[in-house]
């Protein structure tokens, strides 16, 4: 795999089961590039570490007085040097390119799972740790891979050196053959102190980076009730906790680059003295000394390398593990049918390649959407709604340590989780209560996976998007004022709530699912634009499934059915007025209420009791 073959048309599917078995993994998908390093760094350092026999061929030739074998090791000097230069330009080419590739393979396996997951990725893990994990972990685990092939090279080489010498000069081979062991596991008893300090200061580094994340996306917020010089420090705070942890890091790492500095230094100390005792002895000849010498200090390279592996681990072991844990996150973990209970007993039949038509269902809080019927939804709780939404779209929420998963949602009684990922997304679309807008022109943001049915026009209009249009226009960056080629700033900063809210909606629409769930689409906007919003949706998906989580009187009076959720069940089902006339409950929670108020209050009321209906409750089938 090359650089300029990128991205992946598949990156595979990752071992997720622990950090260090994903990166096994995925050193077993760059075999042939890990290869090619290793073989141009075997050249590239057995050249360097055969130039210290040269300089002691031509050492001794200089005492001998020998021109030819002057001229050999010069010669011979030549030649490895050409191949250190070009074994050290290959070598680098090779494990750049082995680090990129593994980070491009990492991030395309990231970025799939995000899309896979969608809005649900973050309630599962924070938003501070998916870019942490897709930035820093993933160039620390390139690091690593990069660092294998060198790693590999130098051991090669170095015990070959140091075999070599043992045949070439035992004595001096021998001492230097037992001394380089000795200093490559030296350092092993400081790798778990400094491996766990890495880890504090990653944790701080995460913590810090979601809080930054935090603050601006809620920095108008932050603006409106002053709250900006608190969350500054807050951060304050935070970054300097990282940089607290970064410097107690460092220090154990200048402490192990230390120590890799002192015992070589050491051993060429004891190697220099025990080789003059030779020399005046007669055992050693000068340019065999030289040669000896050399090689010891060809031997501080590989260490280092030694060194920077055990970095390399260390600091992407942890890293491998988040990735590894944001990568085995699941769409679902239902596989059991879970039947309606009107649906009778399913059978054992394969999972479908396309969404069935039908009504939805949710099994665990009994809520039903007939097929072809805009269903409004009442929850006293936000959060409750919000994961009721995530169930309807196929994202069935993890369940505690021991616990299984939620069931799944039915759409014609088979199970969301058993459909084929673009089978269910085709099947039903989620709107959150907190659409995203990404940068682009307003084409661009229209420019969505759809049926074709309902063209980009109608979907504004239904939406009530004209001021939206009108200042777009304004803002078009030529004389023709389109407004489909302005840009929109990311996440839609540049327009109100209100506006972005509508875009997402007409956006939605654009898509036209087969089923339509949209929680709170009308929050940010005045009940005459809601009015409307609420006529033109009803229009435009007239004959599909439309699920609103909303306590808008407005949609709620539009509305074929609404069923009141609480406490997680489905309790009440009806029209709006009617439940709006006999049931306490779903009457405190549209209009505000508290529970003390009477229910005769409510046959007073004179809009209340025109508002009244025969309350008969629908079977939730």
Same mark, same amino acid.
């Given at each position: 795999?090359?650089?300029?073959?990128?991205?992946?048309?598949?990156?595979?599917?990752?071992?997720?089961?622990?950090?260090?078995?994903?990166?096994?993994?995925?050193?077993?998908?760059?075999?042939?590039?890990?290869? =090619?390093?290793?073989?141009?760094?075997?050249?590239?350092?057995?050249?360097?570490?055969?130039?210290?026999?040269?300089?002691?061929?031509?050492?001794?030739?200089?005492?001998?007085?020998?021109?030819?074998?002057?001229?050999?090791?010069?010669?011979?000097?030549?030649?490895?040097?050409?191949?250190?230069?070009? *074994?050290?330009?290959?070598?680098?080419?090779?494990?750049?390119?082995?680090?990129?590739?593994?980070?491009?393979?990492?991030?395309?396996?990231?970025?799939?799972?995000?899309?896979?997951?969608?809005?649900?990725?973050?309630?599962?893990?924070?938003?501070?740790?998916?870019?942490?994990?897709?930035?820093?972990?993933?160039? =620390?685990?390139?690091?690593?891979?990069?660092?294998?092939?060198?790693?590999?090279?130098?051991?090669?080489?170095?015990?070959?050196?140091?075999?070599?010498?043992?045949?070439?000069?035992?004595?001096?081979?021998?001492?230097?053959?037992?001394?380089?062991?000795?200093?490559?596991?030296?350092?092993?008893?400081?790798?778990?102190?400094?491996?766990?300090?890495?880890?504090?200061?990653?944790?701080?580094?995460?913590?810090?980076?979601?809080?930054?994340?935090?603050?601006?996306?809620?920095?108008?917020?932050?603006?409106?009730?002053?709250?900006?010089?608190?969350?500054?420090?807050?951060? #304050?705070?935070?970054?300097?906790?990282?940089?607290?942890?970064?410097?107690?890091?460092?220090?154990?790492? !200048? &402490?192990?680059?230390?120590?890799?500095?002192?015992?070589?230094?050491?051993?060429?100390?004891?190697?220099?003295?025990?080789?003059?005792?030779?020399?005046?002895?007669?055992?050693?000849?000068?340019?065999?000394?030289?040669?000896?010498? *050399?090689?010891?200090?060809?031997?501080?390279?590989?260490?280092?390398? @030694?060194?920077?592996?055990?970095?390399?681990?260390?600091?992407?072991?942890?890293?491998?593990?988040?990735?590894? #844990?944001? &990568?085995?996150?699941?769409?679902? !973990?239902?596989?059991?049918?879970?039947?309606?209970?009107?649906?009778?007993?399913?059978?054992?039949?394969?999972?479908?390649?396309?969404?069935?038509?039908?009504?939805?269902?949710?099994?665990?809080?009994?809520?039903?959407?007939?097929?072809?019927?805009?269903?409004?939804? $009442?929850?006293?709780?936000?959060?409750?709604?919000?994961?009721? !939404?995530?169930?309807?779209?196929? %994202?069935?929420?993890?369940?505690?340590?021991?616990?299984?998963?939620?069931?799944?949602?039915?759409?014609?009684?088979?199970?969301?989780?058993?459909?084929?990922?673009?089978?269910?997304?085709?099947?039903?679309?989620?709107?959150? =209560?907190?659409?995203?807008?990404?940068?682009?022109?307003?084409?661009?943001?229209?420019?969505?996976?759809?049926?074709?049915?309902?063209?980009?026009?109608?979907?504004?209009?239904?939406?009530?998007?004209?001021?939206?249009?009108?200042?777009?226009?304004?803002?078009?960056?030529?004389?023709?004022?389109?407004?489909?080629?302005?840009?929109?700033?990311?996440?839609?900063?540049?327009?109100?709530?209100?506006?972005?809210?509508?875009?997402?909606?007409?956006?939605?629409?654009?898509?036209?699912?087969?089923?339509?769930?949209?929680?709170?689409?009308?929050?940010?906007?005045?009940?005459?634009?809601?009015?409307?919003?609420?006529?033109?949706?009803?229009?435009?998906?007239?004959?599909?499934?439309?699920?609103? @989580?909303?306590?808008?009187?407005?949609?709620?009076?539009?509305?074929?059915?609404?069923?009141?959720?609480?406490?997680?069940?489905?309790?009440?089902?009806?029209? %709006?007025?009617?439940?709006?006339?006999?049931?306490?409950?779903?009457?405190?929670?549209?209009?505000?209420?508290?529970?003390? $108020?009477?229910?005769?209050?409510?046959?007073?009321?004179?809009?209340?009791?025109?508002?009244?209906?025969?309350?008969?409750?629908?079977?939730?089938?």
């Amino acid at each position: 795999m090359q650089i300029r073959d990128l991205p992946y048309s598949d990156p595979g599917r990752p071992d997720t089961r622990s950090g260090p078995r994903l990166l096994l993994w995925l050193g077993r998908n760059q075999t042939a590039g890990q290869a =090619k390093a290793l073989a141009w760094g075997v050249v590239h350092m057995a050249a360097v570490a055969a130039l210290p026999v040269a300089l002691g061929i031509a050492v001794q030739a200089v005492v001998d007085r020998s021109g030819a074998r002057l001229a050999l090791a010069g010669g011979l000097m030549v030649v490895l040097g050409v191949l250190i230069a070009l *074994g050290d330009t290959m070598l680098h080419r090779a494990a750049i390119t082995n680090w990129i590739t593994a980070a491009a393979r990492l991030q395309q396996l990231l970025a799939r799972k995000t899309a896979e997951l969608g809005a649900t990725l973050t309630r599962q893990v924070a938003a501070g740790e998916v870019v942490a994990v897709s930035t820093g972990d993933v160039e =620390k685990i390139g690091w690593f891979v990069e660092a294998l092939s060198r790693f590999a090279s130098a051991l090669f080489t170095t015990l070959a050196v140091c075999a070599a010498l043992v045949i070439y000069q035992p004595a001096l081979g021998g001492l230097i053959a037992l001394a380089v062991p000795a200093l490559v596991l030296a350092v092993l008893p400081l790798l778990p102190p400094a491996t766990k300090r890495a880890d504090e200061q990653r944790e701080k580094a995460g913590y810090a980076t979601e809080l930054a994340s935090d603050t601006v996306a809620g920095l108008r917020v932050l603006r409106g009730i002053g709250g900006e010089e608190l969350f500054l420090d807050r951060y #304050r705070r935070a970054s300097q906790e990282v940089r607290r942890a970064a410097v107690r890091s460092a220090r154990m790492w !200048a &402490l192990i680059a230390a120590v890799q500095v002192l015992l070589p230094g050491l051993l060429l100390i004891a190697v220099v003295g025990y080789g003059v005792g030779l020399v005046e002895d007669g055992r050693v000849g000068v340019g065999e000394l030289v040669t000896v010498y *050399g090689v010891v200090t060809f031997l501080l390279f590989p260490l280092r390398v @030694f060194e920077e592996i055990a970095m390399a681990y260390s600091f992407s072991r942890p890293s491998a593990a988040r990735a590894a #844990r944001v &990568l085995s996150l699941a769409r679902t !973990a239902h596989t059991a049918h879970t039947a309606r209970p009107d649906a009778g007993e399913e059978d054992s039949r394969e999972e479908p390649e396309s969404a069935p038509a039908g009504d939805l269902y949710d099994p665990e809080s009994g809520l039903s959407a007939p097929a072809g019927r805009l269903t409004a939804v $009442v929850c006293g709780d936000p959060d409750v709604a919000g994961r009721l !939404a995530d169930r309807l779209g196929g %994202h069935a929420p993890a369940g505690s340590a021991g616990s299984e998963r939620a069931p799944s949602a039915l759409l014609g009684g088979v199970a969301l989780d058993d459909l084929p990922l673009e089978a269910a997304r085709t099947a039903v679309l989620v709107q959150d =209560k907190d659409p995203v807008l990404l940068s682009g022109t307003l084409a661009e943001l229209l420019d969505v996976p759809a049926s074709g049915a309902v063209p980009a026009g109608a979907a504004l209009a239904a939406a009530q998007c004209d001021d939206v249009l009108t200042a777009l226009a304004q803002a078009s960056p030529d004389a023709s004022g389109d407004p489909m080629r302005t840009r929109i700033t990311e996440r839609g900063r540049s327009l109100s709530g209100g506006q972005r809210q509508r875009l997402a909606l007409a956006r939605s629409l654009v898509t036209d699912p087969q089923v339509l769930v949209l929680d709170e689409p009308t929050s940010a906007v005045d009940s005459h634009t809601e009015a409307r919003i609420a006529d033109g949706l009803r229009a435009l998906r007239q004959g599909r499934t439309t699920v609103v @989580f909303s306590s808008s009187p407005l949609l709620l009076d539009r509305a074929d059915r609404v069923v009141f959720v609480q406490e997680g069940r489905a309790v009440a089902v009806g029209t %709006h007025r009617g439940l709006l006339h006999d049931d306490p409950a779903y009457r405190a929670v549209v209009t505000r209420e508290t529970d003390a $108020v009477p229910a005769a209050a409510g046959a007073r009321d004179p809009e209340l009791s025109e508002l009244g209906g025969s309350g008969q409750i629908e079977e939730s089938a």
